[in-house]
C-alpha cells in the first residue's frame, strides 16, 4: 500500500504545480498494491488511495480495460458536486476492443481480403482508409451473396455492407444485441478511431471468463449443503448466525450465508457431527478462502478471475465430490 500511497502522492504534487497530467496503464497502477487484478478489496485499495491524494483517472480505472492507458488528475471540488462511481460494464473494458484492427481499403481486390480472412480466421473485415474512416465491412456473406448473383466484382468495395459501429462507452448489455445480430461490432473511442473489433466468439469466451467462477462456487455450495444435510438441528445451524441477525430463520443449511458455513464448522462439537476424518482447521482455512474469493467472484469483475484462485476453486470442488462419494 505503501507503494502505491507514493506514487499518488508524488503525481499529486507534481499536478498541483501544473505538470501535465500523467498517465500509466491500468495493470501498472495495480502493480503499486501489488495486485494483478480489480477485486473489490483492491479497487477498494486504490479508490481510497486516489481520494487521500484528490486524485482522479479518465477514464476511471475501474471501467477500462486492464491494458488501458488512464490519466491521472486532481479531483473536482466537492462544491461542484460529487461524481458518483459508474458500474456499468464498458464494451472498451473487453481485450478485444483495444486490438489493433486488420482491414482492406476500398479498392484492395477481392483476393487480399479472401487471402487475410483466411488467414486469421475472421469472418468479416472492415474496409477502411484511415483509422477513422471506415466505409463498410467485407464477409463471407456478402462475398456469397455477390457471387451467388454473378456479380462480376473485383475490388473490396464492391463486396462492402453498412459497418456495425458502437462506442467504446456502450454497455456489454447493449452490445449483444447488436453483435447477436450482425455477429461483430466495430469498436469506436472518443476520438473516433477505431479500437477494436469484437466478435460473437469474443463474446462467448468473455462471458464464460466471467460466469465459470460462477458455476464453480455454485458447485462448492452445493457440496458444502450436501455435506452438513442432516446433521444438525434447528439449533445448531442457528447458532451459527451472524451477530446481529437476530431476526432471520434458520432452518436448514441452504438458510445459511457462506460465512456461516465457516463459523458453524469452526466449532469443534459441530465439526465431529459430520463423522469424517479430516483435519478440521486445514478444511476451515480452505473453506473460508472460497468465501473471501466468492466475495470477488459476485462483482462479476471482466478481468476475470486471478488463475491461482480459479485453480484453487476448481480442486476444492473436486475435493468436496470425493468427500462425498467416500461419505456415502
Known sequence: MSSLNERLAAIAVELNKGVTAPSDTVRTILSWLGAERRGTWVVKQINSALEANGLVTSPSFESTWLDGTVTFGLKPSVAAGETQLDPTFRLGRLEAANKPVISVAPNDSLAKAVTLMLTYDFSQLPVMVGARDVKGTVSWK??????????????????????QIVSENVSLLEAVDVIAKHDYVLVQRVDK?????????????????????????????NGIRHLLHGRFSAGDLQGARADGDTTRVIERPSDLTFGEYVRLLQEESNWNKLEVKMDRREFVRQLDRVRGIRNDVMHFDPDGLDPDDKAFLVEFAQFLKRVREICR
Do not use: Y
Not at 456478402?142 to 453498412?162: H, N, P, V, Y
Not at 469466451?205 to 458447485?219: A, D, I, T
Open 142 to 163: 456478402t462475398i456469397g451473396a455477390r457471387l451467388a448473383m454473378d456479380k462480376s466484382c473485383q475490388e473490396c468495395q464492391e463486396f462492402m455492407e453498412t459497418a
Open 193 to 221: 478511431t477505431i479500437a477494436g473489433l469484437v466478435t460473437a466468439s469474443d463474446f462467448s469466451s468473455q462471458f464464460r471468463l466471467m460466469s465459470e467462477p460462477f458455476l464453480l462456487v455454485g458447485e462448492i455450495e
